[in-house]
């Protein structure tokens, strides 16, 4: 079995940001170009790209754009044929709400607080149970979007819950190992392995866990490099994030 059919060897990125080359551009701003270009041409808005045909080269005959293939990486090996496989933590069982919740659709009826905790599915026969390390997926909050609670909570002045609540809710996770592929951005290597999952998004890690990847992005384009919470913290009177 060669590498690039042995999917032991195969890490796929189903993003538009991780294609190797590609300008760093995040999702909000290659969406604006699309509607300022489609504006500026057309005097209205992005139209559904066409599916057909599928083609590369006639597609560009046309001036269509090209279909979105995912990127795919070979992961590094230890000499053998089996891939590198991470040292895992122990996984430390999870915050478990003491009554059952009702799903919301009235924002108003939303609690003060937005409190996260990590929700548990139900296993497939013969499979473990998924982690899903997503507020949208709480019963409480799966009416809505991450920009719907994000505005309602900036709206009431919850940018962070408090401390008290944050350390009574949530069980501290273990130390993660940290991977950094060497062919990506110091944005795009950032992940987190905790237990069994591999958590893709640079909000994940302690540094950065304080803003959403929207702020360390505005944070980034008006200092002209990453900075860490603490530092968007410290020098916001330079920023001007909030």
């Known amino acids: 079995m060669s590498v690039t059919t042995d999917p032991r060897r195969r890490e796929t990125f189903m993003g538009l940001m991780t294609k190797a080359g590609e300008p760093d551009l995040s999702y909000e701003e290659v969406r604006f170009k699309d509607y300022l270009h489609a504006y500026q041409t057309t005097g209205r808005g992005p139209q559904p790209c066409p599916q057909q ?26 000499g053998s044929n089996q891939p590198v496989v991470p040292i895992v933590p ?11 919740v009702t799903v919301v659709a009235d924002p ?29 997926y709480q019963t409480l909050y799966s009416n809505f979007s991450f920009e719907e609670l994000r505005c309602l909570a900036y ?15 949530l069980v501290v996770a273990p130390p993660a190992l940290l991977i950094s592929p060497p062919s990506l951005s110091t944005s795009q290597q950032l992940s987190l392995t905790s237990g069994n999952e591999s958590f893709q998004a640079i909000s994940c890690l302690p540094p950065y866990a304080k803003h959403s990847p929207e702020e360390l992005r505005i944070a980034y384009i008006r200092a002209g ?18």
Not at 91 to 98: G, K, T, Y
Not at 225 to 238: F, H, V
């Open 108 to 136: 108003e009826s939303l609690p003060e607080t937005q409190i996260f905790q990590p929700t548990t599915g139900k296993p497939e026969p013969g499979s473990s149970p998924e982690t899903f390390q997503s507020i949208v």
């Open 225 to 242: 490099r990453e900075l860490t919470s603490e530092e968007i913290i410290a020098q916001n009177a330079i920023l001007k994030m909030f």
């Open 53 to 78: 045909p599928t083609d590369p080269h006639e597609r560009k005959a046309r001036g269509l754009p090209p279909l979105f293939e995912p990127h795919i990486e070979i992961i590094a090996t230890n």
């Open 90 to 100: 122990p996984v430390l069982p999870l915050f478990r709400s003491p009554s059952p």
């Open 155 to 169: 709206r009431k002045g919850k940018k962070e819950a408090p401390e008290a609540i944050t350390s009574q809710a």
